[in-house]
């Protein structure tokens, strides 16, 4: 019988080590991992030298579209995360115009994913004080989960939400079996500390840094933890910057039972306070970065285990936003989604291959439930990418095909060349090329793949 596609003389990298040996691709799915016959197979391609890992799973980008398409855009941003590794993308609700707050927003959204991506993609739906009602139709229609925030988002049309509202919310999601995300930041406190520092006339980069101290971060991750064991909700920290955040949701697992994970992100494990004070703008977050110990720390929880996973949180807007002398006025996001993979494969940091795919992949599709997802192993779909290990590279903006460019990591020297992508079989990114049209379909937790 004829098959699709053999992978050949690759290293195959799998939750139990790096193996060598063929993949074997047919239907759009991996059936076996092992030895292939390259006579029977449509496509063969020579894999020598080469790792086979699973795509990338980045469950934190804003392609803010439809809405503000200029800022970055569903095609592009999925272009660019192709270019990096990336398979498959949760696009939050947020800085799309409108945000996904009902069925309708949610439709919208699906309509240009499935138009526009290079990539399969799932979508998270907002839990605003405004929309509580409303939680039900995006749970209706699959999203990954709610996104709330506990401070500013940024958005005028996407409010933070009180504590009544974010206990409203974790008791419809407690019900529905949807994941709450938390953007986890005091908004009493990084309040009045960005006022102190403006009314005083201290607007730099090391001002903006005073204004969100990690206590702010700690302050409204207690009280996220606290709201989702009373509701018995399943929670998560997203963008989890210092190591005594993620200790503070250990605890609440290990010690008080409660279904809470955190994510980091690779600015948040590549760059510090300094390298803010260095590049400007696009270095800007919330919460911020942090010193060196903290970075740290942060690899010590990967390598440990207590952190779940990594995802980019790649927020772009217009070059003009990232300028100007006044550092709480210029906008807050990093442009990173083509580097996740990159940085994880820091050799300094001594990762494992099977830790790294983890990371980026397998446990990102068990915490959301996406059936087939995640692993190099038979019955799932085969969303892999073939790296290059010895190759090493400096990024440089020509190599970079999201809207604007701004990724803080230009400049630095990477291991390992992604040297092609597939989604489902396809290759979608090859040699420095896009390889296929927009093919990305809709992906929801427990199944429909």
Known sequence: MAIDLVIRGGRVVTPGGVIEADVVV????????????????????????????????DSHVH???????????????SAALVAGGGTCFFDMPLNSDPPVLDGETFDAKRA???????????????????????????????????????SYSGIDEFARADDDTLRRGMRIAAARGVLVGVHAESEAITARL?????????????????????????EAVDRAIAIAGETG??????????????????????????????????????LTGADLERLGGRAKCAPPLRDADAVDGLWDALRDGVLSFVASDHSPCLPAM????????????????????????????????STVAELTAGRVAHRYGLVGKGKVAAGYD????????????????DMLL????????????????????????????????????????????????
């Open 382 to 397: 085969a969303d892999l990418i073939l790296v290059d290990l010895s190759m090493r590279y400096e990024l440089g903006p």
């Open 112 to 150: 240009a994913g499935e138009a526009s991506s290079r990539a399969d993609f799932g979508l998270w739906g907002g839990l605003t004080p405004t929309n509580v009602d409303r939680l039900d139709e995006l749970a209706d229609r699959g999203v990954v989960g709610f996104k709330v925030f506990m």
């Open 322 to 353: 990232k300028q100007g002398d006044d550092a709480f006025a210029v906008w807050g996001g990093i442009a990173g989604v083509q580097s996740t993979l990159s940085v994880m494969l820091d050799t300094e940091r001594g990762l494992d291959l």
């Open 63 to 77: 392609f803010n579209e439809p809405g503000r398409t200029e800022w970055e855009g569903i095609d592009t941003g």
């Open 194 to 218: 960005t006022s102190e520092h403006r009314a005083a006339g201290r607007c730099g980069w090391r001002d903006y840094l005073d204004s969100r101290p990690v206590e702010a971060e700690l």
């Open 26 to 57: 047919d239907g759009g799915r991996v059936v076996a991992v092992g030895e292939g016959s390259s006579e029977l197979a449509s496509e063969t391609i020579d894999a020598t030298g080469w790792h086979v890992m699973p795509g990338v799973i």
């Open 402 to 449: 999201d809207r604007h460019r701004l990724n803080p990591y230009v400049g630095r020297t990477f291991r390992g060349e992604v040297r092609r992508t597939l989604l489902r079989g396809r290759t979608v990114w090859q040699d420095g090329r896009l390889m296929a049209p927009p093919m990305g379909r809709l992906i929801k937790p427990g199944g429909d793949r």
């Open 233 to 270: 909700c399943r929670s998560h920290v997203v963008h989890a910057s210092h190591p005594r955040v993620v200790e503070r949701v250990r605890l609440a697992r290990e010690r008080d039972g409660v279904d809470v994970t955190a994510e980091t992100c690779p600015h948040y494990l590549a």
